[in-house]
């Protein structure tokens, strides 16, 4: 897997029938190592190590309905009270992220009412704040950190 725009973390492996997988903190299993999976792991540190986010408020690639579809989000962290503080859609570092992007995770928020939002391919990542007066949201330097 290529190197990410993220600092160095330390990943646990296994190989089994020619698959690698990642040991994946939150999940407490092993999953096998995609693209977009390196990324979601390198993100779940990031949170955990660099903006000391709890483990115990990070929710990890769960269902939601958005429209009456079923879709996955990649990342959530919750606040103290239950409300969401942010969603992380992840890429593969293959892929670009454009207004398509954007548009998925305003899609999902229109469920989830997160505060901030992050983008990412491991490459490049995009932080913004919700303007809900507005119906708009506004682009970050970065996220903050956990309070």
């Known amino acids: 897997m290529p190197e990410l725009n993220f600092p160095k973390f330390s990943f646990r492996f296994k190989s089994n029938e020619n698959k690698v997988s990642i040991f994946d903190e939150i999940r407490k299993k092993f999953i096998v190592l995609q693209p977009e999976e390196w990324v979601r792991q390198h993100c779940v540190h990031f949170l955990i190590t660099d903006k000391n986010y709890p483990k115990s408020l990070i929710n990890v690639e769960k269902e939601l309905k958005v429209n009456g579809l079923t879709k996955r989000y990649d990342i959530v962290v919750y606040n103290k009270d239950g409300s969401i503080h942010l969603i992380v859609e992840?890429?593969?570092?293959?892929?670009?992220?454009?207004?398509?992007?954007?548009?998925?995770?305003?899609?999902?928020?229109?469920?989830?009412?997160?505060?901030?939002?992050?983008?990412?391919?491991?490459?490049?990542?995009?932080?913004?704040?919700?303007?809900?007066?507005?119906?708009?949201?506004?682009?970050?330097?970065?996220?903050?950190?956990?309070?």
């Open 90 to 147: 992840c890429k593969s570092h293959k892929i670009t992220i454009d207004q398509s992007t954007f548009d998925q995770i305003a899609r999902y928020n229109l469920t989830l009412n997160a505060t901030y939002l992050m983008v990412t391919n491991g490459l490049n990542h995009y932080y913004c704040v919700m303007d809900f007066k507005n119906e708009r949201y506004d682009f970050l330097n970065d996220i903050p950190n956990y309070q």
